[in-house]
């Protein structure tokens, strides 16, 4: 077990790895990292509504609420805008099916959010190539 200052040292490690992971991030990487983060967040709380720590689990949908709303707003309508007001409408209502899950303590809710961005992470994933030739060329 660790020791409350091994402990206070990991997360700073932890945390100073993710800044170093995000500050040498390509703007698809930041997406994947975005979206890896949230399902954490999402997975916690699953786990902490079934253990009944209702505190925690209000704040870990809520970091989930808020790396939505960064995707959200990360959405270029230049790019594609019939696309894009599909991206808008998905991760609007991610947003209110979070935002019930967290009102009712309803893991299913969070699960189908999940599943959700699974399948757009996983989407994602799959063109990080082109994304890097288009980042290098």
């Known amino acids: 077990m660790l020791s409350p200052s091994t402990g206070s ?9 993710m ?5 040498s991030a390509t703007p698809h990487r930041l997406i994947q990292l975005m979206m890896e983060r949230a399902l954490a967040k999402i ?10 720590n209702l505190l925690d689990k209000g ?20 790019a594609n805008p019939r696309m894009t007001e599909n991206f808008d409408a998905l991760y609007a209502y991610m947003t209110r099916r979070l935002l019930e ?11 189908e959010v999940a599943g959700l961005l699974r ?4 989407a ?3 063109i990080a190539d082109q994304a890097a030739a288009a980042d290098n060329g």
Not at 9 to 17: E, G, I, K, L, V
Not at 19 to 23: F, H, I, L
Not at 43 to 52: D, F, H, M, P, V
Not at 64 to 75: E, F, M, P
């Open 101 to 111: 899950a967290n009102l009712h303590n309803d893991a299913d809710k969070l699960n």
């Open 59 to 78: 704040g870990n949908i809520s970091d989930a609420i808020s790396i939505v709303n960064g995707l959200q707003a990360s959405l270029d309508p230049s």
């Open 19 to 23: 800044q170093g992971r995000v500050a």
């Open 43 to 52: 997975g916690l709380a699953s786990k902490q509504i079934s253990e009944g």
């Open 119 to 122: 399948e757009l992470k996983e």
């Open 9 to 17: 040292a990991a997360r700073a490690y932890h945390s100073m790895d």
């Open 124 to 126: 994602w994933d799959a």
